[in-house]
């Protein structure tokens, strides 16, 4: 399992985008700080009365290689635009960590077309991948639509919790299903994905009911994929339980 290192866009006296009363760097400031409480020691937040874009803090960094990095930011643009997604540097393939944090935002703050985007004009992404750090750069949706502050000001529990979940972190002390609450399998080809509650196999049929089944399990592990062949053995075995 990764560790986290957490940077907060803008800050330093750069508000970041503003909208609907709230300025970007203040408002991912508050989530950056939320995923630290739920992560705990598996997360590192950074210093957050810096901006790493302009003094260059990205590429001063000292990590150990088994952390990867995501940085919180969020977008503007016309009062009707939404939608979060993650941008990646121009040069890579997204990983799994990138493909969970856009299932997340697909579930949580929909209205992109294009979850997972690839940037060559960003100086951050660039100065890790010269690092050799894994980085991404999250926007939480739009700060200038009122629906999607709504969202993120109302579910920053579950926006934390889905963030260190991408990463195979457990959100600690943020758990209501008890002890075995099982997990959300996808299936390699398809766009169905199953609540597995570590008895039975249950479909979705919508988004909204796996965003209740992640609400009512916070820290319920998220997304992990089977081939269509490892869904039928799983399935077989568990007939002749």
């Keep these: 399992m990764p560790k986290l290192f957490v940077i907060a866009g803008h800050g330093a006296g750069d508000p970041g985008a503003c909208g609907n009363g709230f300025s970007e760097a ?38 150990p ?36 944090l856009a299932d997340m935002l697909t579930d949580i703050l929909p209205g992109r077309s294009q979850m997972i985007v690839k940037r060559d004009n960003l100086a951050n992404p660039e100065r890790a991948a010269m690092r050799g750090y ?5 926007e939480f949706g739009f700060i200038t639509n009122a629906e999607d502050v709504k969202v993120f000001n109302t579910q920053m529990d579950d926006i934390a919790s889905g963030v260190l979940a991408a990463f195979g972190i457990e959100a600690a002390g943020n758990k209501t299903g008890g002890e075995n609450m099982g997990c959300i399998l996808s299936v390699e080809g398809t766009k169905t994905q199953y609540y597995f509650d570590g008895q039975s196999i249950h479909p979705f049929t919508n988004g909204k009911e796996k965003t209740v089944i992640k609400k009512v399990c ?6 992990i994929k089977l081939t269509k062949d490892e869904l039928n053995d799983l399935k077989n075995v568990l007939k002749r339980s």
Aim: glycine share 12%.
């Design 65 to 100: 290689k088994e952390y990867q990095i995501v940085e919180l930011h969020m977008d503007a643009g016309q009062e009707t635009a939404r939608g979060g997604h993650v941008i990646i540097y121009s040069g890579f393939h997204a990983d799994d960590y990138d493909k969970a």
């Design 134 to 138: 894994g980085y991404r750069l999250v």
């Design 26 to 63: 203040e408002r991912v400031r508050v989530l950056a700080r939320k995923i630290k409480e739920f992560g705990g020691g598996n997360v590192i937040l950074g210093d957050l009365s810096r901006d790493y874009y302009r003094d260059n803090g990205v590429s001063t960094l000292n990590l």
């Design 218 to 223: 916070n820290g319920i592990t998220d997304s």
